[in-house]
């Protein structure tokens, strides 16, 4: 890939976020109104079964006609791009990823396609409903599992092994931000000039500041900060105002404005985006992103010969080479005089040359030392693995100390 310059990087973080944004806004509006057209016609509403006609939808026309489709999808494929021009994670390749977008067209022609045909129909046919049910559980999976790798992008200790353990790729923080989702789309099927409509926006105000604070307590240290944190409560006072604005039009049962609630739900998506990138920023240093890209250890960085104790040592261990395994488990986040996703080596070494045996069983169970790096992530050694991989650490910054 191209290098780019920081003021280049600038603009594609600022296009990757606005292209979110906007495919945020026109998903969900789109996944939400197709969620709330399944049984019944639409499951808030007790009106006859056919659709209303297009001069009573107060949605944006642009968003239920056949050009959403393709801006959708248009959106879609340059927030990935961008995605992985701004952060060069090659998390998976674009055979990959290009499934993904298909299945994400295949999902959006299904609901689309249906819904033109219902407004044609003077019946509901139980096909066209199948279809916007397959196409909207379509589109939620791809969405679901396109958070959960947005947010394995905070965690980029564990890049290496995701290959060989692929439940990696799932993770709680992931799920909350779904959920997050998935109460942007409601509110946006919520902006509708029939009354019990805006109950979506109430209820789905209310649940924000529980899915905000979860995120809070589920996303990785590293990536927490002030500037986080102020776009967090910038957040919970958006809901609580889309909460406050729509609760006296629901008791008064008169009509509720259409502008002041999109407004607040384009603010309170945007914070979204803001506050993701924000995650990935304090996460993905250049340091880190630096490590990543990086080739294993050459053989010339560990070619100078070890010490005479270094050698009887190795031989208790021929079975296994500490350095293969150095080179295959920990070089993508470690280097001994350079910070990457941990830190130098050369500087945590010290306080384990007395006692081996503590970091051979820190390897096969490491714990979180310090606070300024992420945890390590459990490599699933073996005694004897871990042993030898001791051993080769200790020896090389032996090797690396020893005059010549």
């Known amino acids: 890939m191209l290098p780019v310059i920081q003021e280049q990087l600038l603009l594609i973080k600022v296009m990757q976020g606005a292209c979110q944004t906007l495919l945020c806004l026109s998903l969900g509006y789109l996944v939400g109104e197709a969620l709330l057209a399944l049984p019944g016609k639409t499951l808030f509403t007790t009106s006859s079964l056919l659709p209303p006609p297009p001069e009573t939808s107060s949605g944006p026309k642009v968003l239920t006609g056949r050009r959403a489709g393709l801006l959708i999808a248009l959106v ?12 060069r994670a090659a998390l998976f390749n674009g055979h990959f990823w290009g499934g993904v977008t298909v299945l994400f067209i295949i999902g959006l022609a299904l609901i689309l396609a249906a819904r033109q045909h219902l407004r044609g129909a003077h019946s509901t046919g139980r096909l066209s409903l199948a279809a916007i049910a397959a196409g909207d559980l379509l589109l939620l999976s791809i969405c679901y599992f396109l958070l959960n790798a947005e947010s394995l992008l905070l965690t980029p200790e564990t890049w290496p092994f995701l290959t060989s353990r692929p439940p990696l790729l799932l993770s709680w923080h992931g799920a909350v931000r779904f959920a ?3 109460l942007l789309a409601l509110m946006l099927a919520g902006l509708d000039r029939r009354h019990i409509r805006k109950l979506l926006i109430f209820v789905a105000a209310l649940l924000w500041p529980l899915s905000q604070v979860l995120e809070l307590l589920l996303i990785p240290e590293l990536a927490r900060s002030l500037d986080l944190y102020l776009i967090a409560a910038l957040a919970l006072m958006t809901s609580a105002g ?3 604005m729509t609760i006296r039009p629901l008791l008064q049962k008169r009509p509720l404005p ?5 407004t607040g739900i384009m603010i309170l998506a945007m914070l979204w985006v803001l506050g993701a990138q924000t995650a990935r920023e ?3 240093t250049g340091a880190t992103l630096a490590g990543l890209q990086l080739p294993p250890v050459t053989s010339q ?5 070890p010490a005479p104790q270094a050698a009887a040592k190795l031989k208790t261990s021929p079975a296994v080479d500490g350095n293969q395994l150095f080179q295959q488990k920990c070089s993508v986040c470690h280097r001994f005089d350079q910070r990457l996703i941990g830190p130098p080596l050369n500087s945590v070494l010290a306080a384990y040359r007395p006692n081996k045996a503590k970091l051979t069983d820190f390897l096969r169970n490491p714990q979180k030392v310090d606070p300024d790096y992420p945890a390590m992530p459990n490599l ?6 871990a042993g030898a991989v001791a051993d080769y650490l200790l020896d090389h910054q032996t090797a690396q100390s020893t005059p010549h």
Do not use: D, S, V
């Open 258 to 262: 259409l502008a002041p609630p999109l």
């Open 242 to 244: 889309l909460a406050l």
């Open 301 to 305: 960085e560990t070619a100078t010969p």
């Open 180 to 182: 997050q989702f998935t």
């Open 380 to 385: 699933g050694l073996t005694e004897q693995e």
């Open 282 to 284: 304090n996460t993905l």
């Open 76 to 87: 879609m494929a340059c927030n990935l791009l961008l995605m992985k021009i701004a952060y």
